[in-house]
């Protein structure tokens, strides 16, 4: 707290008079963080002639803007506080996942509509939050978990259009033969 208060030019009594515990600024600064992340999700359009365009141009930016030193740190602080706060980390990594979740959801449905994908059962309504988890857990957290775990910003962002490529395409195989419900 000492630190933060440096930082903010504030005393400690100004920081505890408007967060009254360490739980509560730090839920404020990841809160803040997530807001801020889900506007940039909110106010992008996927770019792209083909499906297989969009569903690339949605991961690689996805993984662009998450790839960057201040979210992966921001992370890594969530993680390494879940033993002292672990009703806040739960809660966090559950909006934050929830939050992106639709966001992905949203864009995939965009993509979707103008391609053969938009009659496919894995982005029926009813399922489409299910394929956006899939699409997440493949295209995007292997990339952050390599990240969280310490590997080099600067080479994971480099393997970002092979890594989407791939994924993209597997992702969208498993979805045309029916492995994505």
């Not at 030193?69 to 002292?84: Q, Y």
């Not at 399922?127 to 292997?142: A, E, G, N, S, Y």
């Not at 952050?144 to 600067?154: D, I, N, P, V, Y």
């Amino acid at each position: 707290m000492d630190e933060i208060a440096g930082r903010a030019c504030a005393g400690k009594p100004t920081i505890y008079a408007r967060f009254p515990s360490k739980e509560a600024l730090f839920t404020a600064v990841v809160m803040q963080s997530v807001a801020a992340n889900m506007a940039r999700y909110e106010a992008y359009t996927p770019t792209g002639a083909t499906i297989e365009d969009r569903l690339e141009s949605v991961a690689a930016t996805v993984l662009q803007w998450m790839l960057v030193s201040d979210a992966i740190r921001l992370m890594r602080v969530a993680i390494a506080e879940a033993p002292r706060f672990p009703d806040l980390a739960s809660s966090v990594y559950g909006m934050a996942r929830d939050r992106a979740t639709q966001a992905v959801a949203r864009l995939l449905a965009e993509a979707a509509q103008s391609d053969e994908l938009g009659t496919l059962p894995a982005f029926a309504p009813t399922r489409v939050k299910t394929t956006t988890r899939f699409f997440q857990d493949l295209v995007v957290f292997p990339l952050a978990m390599r990240a969280l775990f310490g590997e080099q910003l600067k080479e994971l962002r480099a393997e970002i259009a092979p890594h989407v490529r791939g994924s993209v395409a597997f992702f969208l195989a498993a979805c045309r033969h029916g492995g994505v419900i």
